[in-house]
């Protein structure tokens, strides 16, 4: 495709991870990008430093089997109760993925409609895992949407060197739990905070710096002639698209401005 059919593309979370693969496969398709809380160039989690280096050989600690089995139970059982909140759809949604503090702005059933539709299961969420001797007892599968994002099988950071580099904007939430260098979602974040037993240590799985690393491609895509912007909203979390959607409007008119 040429420049003057390119489009001006916009991805949120694991939407961010499929539009980094896509500006890989087909930069010429597109005229800009905005990244949403995407998804590191590196996966997720299972890496450490800002170059994404592999914490172990088997990428354990990542794919499928690292998921919390009584949330996907839930999700199997259409639960929209708000009991036991560490493992409800409708509060872990609201919390981590939503409106937070703005949920009575926005349509709470429509949304919680739409997640409980999760097909659950090894081949779709969170997918299957393998035995693994490293801690905690897990590595990726084949099959499934966490296997999808585990760094055995995700890595765009070749989007550094991109031939053709369409102009990029990186919007993040300053209050992010879900893609950040603290992530609630990362077992080595949680391992850290003891929320995960036997974890090894900093040494051998700290948590993934998730936002280190995309600012890293990005250096580095700046470096060979790219353009590219960093914008952080610092009161919004993961969910800025229901949350904030004005303020994320406004970032991606800006980009098509430019």
């Known amino acids: 495709m040429t420049d ?78 708000e009991s036991e909140p560490q493992t409800s759809p409708r509060v872990i949604m609201r919390e981590f993925f939503g409106a937070r503090r703005n949920a009575a702005q926005v349509d709470e059933e429509f949304l919680l409609d739409e997640v409980l539709r999760t097909r659950t299961g090894d081949d779709f969420s969170p997918g299957d895992a393998t035995a ?37 904007t990186w919007l993040r939430g300053g209050q992010d ?7 609630m979602f990362d077992l080595g974040y949680l391992g850290q905070l003891g929320a995960v037993p036997g974890w090894p240590g900093d040494d051998v799985l700290p948590p993934q710096p998730m936002d280190a690393q995309t600012r890293a491609v990005l250096d580095a895509y700046r470096a060979g002639g790219g353009v590219a912007e960093e914008v952080v909203l610092a009161e919004a979390a993961h969910g800025m698209p229901v949350e904030v959607p004005e303020q994320v409007a406004a970032v991606i008119a800006a980009q098509l401005a430019r």
């Open 177 to 183: 739990q879900v893609v950040s260098d603290t992530s």
């Open 4 to 81: 003057r059919g390119a489009v001006n593309a916009a991805g949120w979370s694991m939407g961010g991870g499929v539009l980094w693969q896509y500006a890989l496969a087909y930069p010429g398709d597109l005229a800009s990008l905005t990244m949403v809380a995407p998804l590191s160039p590196y996966g997720f989690g299972g890496t450490k430093g800002a170059g994404g280096e592999p914490c172990f050989a088997d990428f354990a600690a990542t794919g499928g089997g690292t998921a919390a089995p009584g949330v996907y139970q839930r999700f199997a059982e259409q639960d929209r109760s």
């Open 132 to 168: 693994s001797p490293n801690w905690p007892g897990v590595a990726p599968g084949t099959r499934g949407i966490l296997n999808a994002m585990s760094p055995k099988w995700y890595d765009a950071s070749a989007f550094a060197g991109l031939a053709r580099k369409p102009p990029v």
